[in-house]
């Protein structure tokens, strides 16, 4: 490919990939996202080619293999065009079927649908299916239409056009303006005004100046930003490359989680193809404007996922944060001003470079604009990637998207905001999801990671669970989050095992809040949120567990014992085979019992059990 | 050590500081974990103290200092798998091959290791084992994988010895 030299170079090849593009009608879309990828989507992808091409179909018809649909759950799965049909949970054995029955003949196989957990009704048509029609998908929906391998598939789409217009038509002051007015916020989780970061960049007098694109997304439970930049990483570039020329930067980074292996692949793809087409380098289409990208991975440390860590991490050290006193558009990377944004933000640069500040604003509260990727998860139905404009009810995202609890178990809560967060109680899902709410609840948006949790969880054991990873991620800087977090863990552990005592509870929210007020970074001040939160709604579980020694979720491991029921174990033997502890003793056809001091409670009795004769008391 | 693969992994990065944590990358890629030779070397190359090399080896996740076992077991204890029931899986882990959270076992087949999160949550409890993701794991499909694992090792051996 050549070199594009300037914008009509730019429209020119558009229209020649865009006419290709609308001369092939028939299109397989599988999704090749790390998600269908881990329920085998390559297989399925080679099996429908390999039939394609014995059918001798091969030319006639496109299968575009893309990033991340975001419901993953139902993966792998396929859209085919025309008639915009579903197909999920395919296996490479479906490929011939596919190819003869519905390609050829039109006919709808359907056992290959999808099936509504709620109605059990089979829906054909993927925008009839409720997870997808009840969001706004303004970011994710592009993910469909591209191979994120393809610069060709994202020119196609209008692709780099924002970036055509910022150099032709705006100054960077325009840019900002446009920014501002559209009110986009962080996505990352602090919800800073965008604009507010970029103009006190620009403002800063200064030759060098870096922007970053922050995808060390390590909020456990949170993936909107691995199946963004992994699914459609030209845009993060172009988003990036608009905000470059509004702060006067040359050089741009991506700071991607090594753990997401297909995501780094994908950037670094996009960037050496941008470079090719003279997107990326020296006068991009022949304005006065030169900017390149480099792609660092993380080293795997949840702490550099905070601004001034990531920047020392970028810089090739240990990444520990600094104070802020001096913000990092005025001092960031090599004491240069820097303007760091996370994947979802850059993402939504493009659009509302093209479609306007009131187009975007036109979504969302009176604080909080836009649309926004949630990552939801746990004990629900529907799991995977939502988008909806801010301001939409928990309850919305919990049932309407999510179709509610599985096996029956009631919903009590969910988890935003990863370990910054909090959990809130479902009188609390009434809650408009955006950045002051959820705040004042006592948790916050964060990057966008939504849990939710049944009776079957234990809000101590979430607790401690945060605490844990809190623990093992502080990055032992400074005294209150080193030793708050030991201490804070110290005592849930106490209360979970069964050694809890009533005065606990005080020092716990005293620790809380010593922590919260003195840590020197983020990570550190919003540590005992997931405590404090929980401390706050679910009183009754702490004091069930110290006052009774008792889990009610049955989760405590300290507090539970495995039981055989006499009613319904008819001695199979399932169980006693296979305990790996040898803690099932009884003779065939007899009633079998739980050894209590040898059994380890791994759970693998009630998975193998037939007859659900096993439970936890 | 093959001098040739480091000398590839420093080609044009050499005596820049800030490539530091990129070569190890490749360095732990490349040998499956930091040998002190290796450090050595990239500190002199780089132009970074000895002392920051291993500083900032042993600081991050990625990097391990000591070689990985034969098979890979990495276990998702994101807050999505865990609310699935992924803290089993650990303790079956332990159970099964006495070895925790960042250890290899003495035969050298089984490195363990837990990652805060694989980022596809919806698919939970995930484990990866030598790069291939298992979705919904559970404390018995993880037994039998280990041991179907075990077993083919030890037929691998046998078939060794017996040539």
Known sequence: ?617 | MPETTLESILEGRRSQPHQLIEVLQDVQECYGYIPEEAMKVVAEELGVPLMEVYRVASFYRAFSLTPRGKNMITICMGTACHVRGAKLLPNQVHGQLGVSAGNTTEDGLFTVENVNCLGACALGPLVVFNETYHHHTTPGKLRALIDSTREKEMEETTYEQAQ
């Open chain 1, 1 to 617: 490919m050549s070199k594009l030299n300037n914008i009509s170079d730019l429209n020119a090849i558009r229209k020649r990939l865009r006419s290709r593009r609308d001369s092939i009608s028939t299109v397989i879309t599988i999704c090749g996202g790390t998600g269908c990828q881990a329920s085998r989507s390559q297989d399925v992808i080679d099996a429908v080619r390999k039939e394609l091409k014995k059918q001798k179909l091969g030319r006639k018809v496109l299968v575009r293999v893309t990033g991340c649909h975001g419901f993953c759950e139902q993966g792998p799965i396929m859209v085919l065009e025309p008639g915009n049909i579903f197909y999920c949970h395919l296996k490479p054995e479906d490929a011939s079927d596919i190819v003869t029955k519905t390609l050829l003949k039109g006919e709808v196989i359907e056992r290959l649908l999808y099936t509504d957990p709620v109605t059990s009704q089979k829906i054909q048509i993927e925008t009839e299916i409720p997870f997808y029609r009840a969001q706004d998908r303004q970011l994710l929906a592009q993910n469909r239409q591209l191979d994120p391998c393809s610069i060709e598939d994202y020119l196609a789409i209008g692709g780099y056009s924002a970036l055509a217009k910022t150099l032709a038509e705006l100054t960077p002051e325009a840019i900002i303006e446009k920014i501002k007015a559209s009110g986009l916020r962080g996505r990352g989780g602090g919800g800073y005004p965008t604009a507010r970061k970029w103009t006190e960049c620009r403002d800063t007098p200064g030759d060098e100046k870096y922007v970053i694109c922050n995808a060390d997304e390590g909020d456990p439970g949170a993936y909107m930003d691995r199946s963004v930049l992994e699914g459609n990483p030209h845009l993060i570039l172009e988003g990036m490359m608009i905000g470059a020329w509004a702060v006067g930067a040359q050089q741009g980074y991506v700071y991607v989680r090594n753990e997401y292996p297909l995501a780094v692949k994908h950037v670094r793809i996009a960037v050496q193809q941008a470079r090719e087409f003279g997107l990326l380098g020296e006068h991009i289409l022949d304005s006065n404007f030169s900017f390149d990208v480099e792609i660092a991975r993380g080293g795997g440390a949840f702490v550099c996922g905070e601004s001034t860590a990531l920047m020392v991490s970028l810089e090739g050290k240990v990444g520990e944060p600094r104070p802020k006193d001096v913000h990092t558009v005025k001092d960031g990377l090599w004491h240069k001003p820097t303007t760091l944004n996370n994947v979802e933000t850059w993402a939504n640069v493009p659009s509302i470079i093209l479609n306007g500040a009131s187009w975007f604003a036109a979504r969302g509260t009176k604080d909080s604009k836009g649309t926004k990727i949630f990552a939801l998860t746990g004990r629900i139905k529907n799991t995977g990637l939502v988008e909806v404009a801010m301001g939409t009810s928990l309850r919305n995202i919990v049932f309407d998207i999510g179709g509610g609890a599985t096996d029956g178990v009631g919903i009590k809560a969910v988890q935003t905001g990863g370990p910054s967060g909090g959990c809130l109680p479902i009188d609390k899902f009434d809650l408009p999801v955006d950045f002051e709410a959820l705040y004042e609840a006592g948790s916050m948006i964060g990057s966008g990671g939504i849990v939710v949790m049944d009776e079957k969880t234990c809000m101590v054991d979430v607790a401690k669970y945060f605490l844990t990873f809190l623990q093992d991620e502080s990055c032992g800087k400074c005294v209150p989050c080193r030793l708050g977090i030991d201490r804070m863990l110290e005592i849930i552990t106490d209360i979970t095992e069964g050694r809890g005592r009533p005065e606990q509870i005080d020092l716990l929210k005293e620790l809380a809040e010593t922590v919260a007020h003195t840590s020197l970074c983020g990570l550190g001040k919003t540590a005992p949120n997931p405590v404090l939160s929980t401390l706050r709604y679910f009183p009754e579980e702490y004091e069930a567990h110290i006052n009774e020694k008792r889990c009610p979720a049955g989760v405590c491991q300290a507090l539970i014992k495995y039981e055989i029921d006499d009613e319904k174990c008819k001695g199979c033997g399932i169980c006693l085979d296979a305990c790996p502890h040898d803690a099932i003793k009884g003779e065939k056809k007899e009633i079998h019992t739980i050894d209590q001091d040898t059994c380890q409670k791994c759970g693998i009795c009630i998975e193998e059990c037939k007859l659900d004769a096993i439970s936890v008391a």
